[in-house]
């Protein structure tokens, strides 16, 4: 697997999570670039129907890592997983959606096969042999391209919104998937999960919408939040703001977007009475289109804007929600 690019995908309860997509349209853009092969790994218990979905997708062959000791998430059981795995593939490069949990076991599991991982990438280019990787730096104020001095495998995260899921490329036919049953000693797993640790009974992963409809100062007064939450009713997408709403404590901290929040990259992000600081762009600016409504038509969030409403918001939204109301019927 020399000139291999392995994507490990994540999947939680039988479920993929659809950042991994991004991660597949990343791999076969730099197999575009470098002629490498692109294959796929997921890991689990039970996951045979996970496998065959990932195998839709133009991907040379998918690796079902199959354990008991993975039907729960642990980072001790999957970096035993992937260990194992990896020194018996070699590939050249093993890219990673930069989820939760791959934060929590990425840097075991680079660690453990004296490797580096850079994670967080927004991009990627060629230069000569090459690969080098971008990174946004000071909460997105400059960006640095990095690459690699030890030898492969190679360790790389894409941040969610790096790349467009739905360009992740289909197979001609379905890849081969073959399963692979990995030996995870008892011992190697020195923790006991539990439950998925939420902060609220509210809490949500808004990486996980497909609509947002985000908040801004320009809100005013926290009972006007009702507002853009009948407006993300009626779209049936999720509410969320920027960080001086959820300071305020307006709406909760689960529900910040930003760079001290959440990274998301919906289908359509509705931007309301939100300037543009560069500590919110930088979590949204992934998003398929972007609508920002705002009375100051100087706001920068009118320079990333797909478009732009230039206006006042307590006017538009009621008015703008009524007609999302009609056209559902």
Not at 177 to 196: F, G, L, M, Q, Y
């Amino acid at each position: 697997m020399a000139n291999t690019i392995l994507v490990v995908v994540e999947q939680r309860e039988g479920k993929l999570n659809r950042v991994s997509w991004e991660t597949v349209a990343a791999a076969q853009a730099i197999a575009a670039e470098t002629g490498w092969t692109v294959e796929a790994a997921v890991f689990g218990s039970g996951i045979s129907s996970i496998a065959g979905e990932v195998a839709g997708k133009r991907v040379a062959k998918v690796y079902a890592l199959e354990s008991p000791r993975l039907a729960e998430y642990t980072p001790d059981g999957v970096v035993a997983a992937l260990k194992q795995f990896i020194e018996q593939k070699k590939p050249a490069l093993v890219l990673m959606p930069h989820t939760y949990q791959v934060r929590d076991f990425a840097p075991q599991l680079t660690t453990a096969l004296g490797r580096t991982l850079i994670s967080d990438a927004i991009a990627f280019r060629k230069e000569g042999d090459k690969l080098l990787f971008t990174r946004q730096m000071f909460q997105g104020k400059f960006a640095a391209d990095v690459s690699f001095a030890c030898e492969p495998p190679h360790f790389a995260t894409f941040q969610a919104g790096a790349f467009r899921g739905d360009k992740a490329e289909a197979g001609a036919s379905a890849a081969p998937v073959e399963t692979v049953n990995v030996d995870i000693p008892e011992s190697a797993v020195r923790t006991k999960p539990e439950a998925p640790f939420k902060e609220a009974k509210q809490a949500v992963d808004l990486t996980q919408a497909e609509i947002i409809v985000s908040v801004g100062r320009g809100i005013k007064e926290q009972k006007h939040i009702e507002l853009a939450k009948q407006l993300a009713e009626a779209l049936g997408g999720e509410i969320a703001a920027s960080r001086p709403i959820c300071d305020s404590g307006w709406l909760p901290m689960d529900r910040q977007i930003g760079s001290s929040g959440q990274t998301v990259a919906p289908k359509l992000y509705l931007a309301v009475g939100i300037s543009g600081a560069i500590q919110h762009i930088v979590g949204m600016k992934g998003s398929r289109s972007i609508i920002a409504i705002n009375k100051d038509a100087e706001a920068p969030i009118f320079e990333i804007a797909d478009y732009g409403v230039v206006g006042n918001l307590f006017d538009i939204v009621p008015a703008l929600t009524e007609e999302v109301k009609k056209a559902k019927g």
